[in-house]
């Protein structure tokens, strides 16, 4: 990568009752700070269907996904992809309390997969599992994916069937981010 920004792919902060789904997130650069999703100080918070990559090297300092619910909490995390494709952390969830989260897809070619504060991390899904009571129904596997600039599911890939149809059904979002239709029930 030639970009050596601090970036922020997709940044909330503060936000209520907010639907943030079917977004396609994709970021690489080598500086500091870098995140596919910020989300900050939210509460009451849909985060569904959204697929975000980071492809950054600076494995200390990058996570494709990050969430700090705020004081009122019942964010909800579900169905995502999150994947960190530079050795960084998947997801970093901060305030365990105020977040439901399961049916996700965590990946990252590093030694942490999720980490819940500055010290304490997470190698796989089954430590987080076992600790946080949360994605016990997501699954840990290299996402089926074209590439970091084209991350649409590669359908000829054996593996695609891990990130097709292992979702929950939620009512209302019956649309990919294509405007392709998504069964509910």
């Keep these: 990568s030639d970009n050596q920004a601090n970036l922020y792919g997709l940044y909330q902060t503060n936000s209520t009752f907010n639907n943030t789904v079917n977004n396609v ?16 100080g939210t509460s009451n918070i849909n985060f569904y269907n959204n697929t975000v990559l980071n492809n950054s090297t600076n494995v200390a300092t990058t996570v494709a996904a990050y969430v700090n619910g705020g004081s009122v909490g019942n964010n909800s995390v579900r169905n995502n992809i999150f994947a960190h494709l530079g050795g960084g952390r998947a997801y970093y969830v901060a305030n365990l ?19 819940s504060s500055a010290t304490v991390t997470y190698a796989n899904l089954t430590a987080w599992m076992n600790t946080a009571y949360w994605d016990l129904n997501s699954i840990s596997i290299r996402p089926a994916l074209i ?14 069937w ?19 239709p998504r069964p509910t029930t």
């Design 25 to 40: 997130i994709s970021v690489n650069s080598e500086g500091t700070l870098v995140y596919g999703s910020y989300l900050t």
């Design 97 to 115: 309390g105020n977040l439901y989260s399961d049916y996700n897809t965590l990946y990252s070619t590093g030694p942490v997969l999720v980490q």
């Design 147 to 160: 590439g970091p600039a084209d991350p649409r599911p590669k359908l000829d890939e054996p593996d695609v």
């Design 162 to 180: 891990a990130i097709h149809g292992r979702g929950t059904q939620i009512v209302g979002n019956d649309y990919y981010f294509n405007n392709s």
